[in-house]
């Protein structure tokens, strides 16, 4: 499969892709937010190797928020 440039993509193609952009950016900002006003102690492991795998997307943000906190 080749690339394609945007302007080859659908106009629903861009959509989605400007949809799940603006999700995966508001779920990386929000778990990075949780995390630095989240005590330590209420977080599961190093806060830091949390911070570092929140952009790792787009698994990081969601394990955070779903299993790096107490």
């Known amino acids: 499969m080749s690339k ?5 993509l659908t106009r629903p193609q861009q959509t989605a892709v400007v949809v799940l ?8 900002t929000m778990a990075l937010i ?4 989240r005590p330590s ?3 599961r492991g190093p806060k830091l190797a949390w911070a570092v795998g929140c952009v ?15």
């Open 21 to 28: 952009g603006v999700v995966e950016v508001a779920l990386t």
């Open 56 to 70: 790792v997307q787009p698994v990081g943000p969601i394990a955070y928020l779903a299993l790096g906190r107490k």
């Open 41 to 43: 102690a209420l977080v």
């Open 4 to 8: 394609r440039s945007w302007n080859e």
């Open 34 to 37: 949780d995390l630095a006003r």
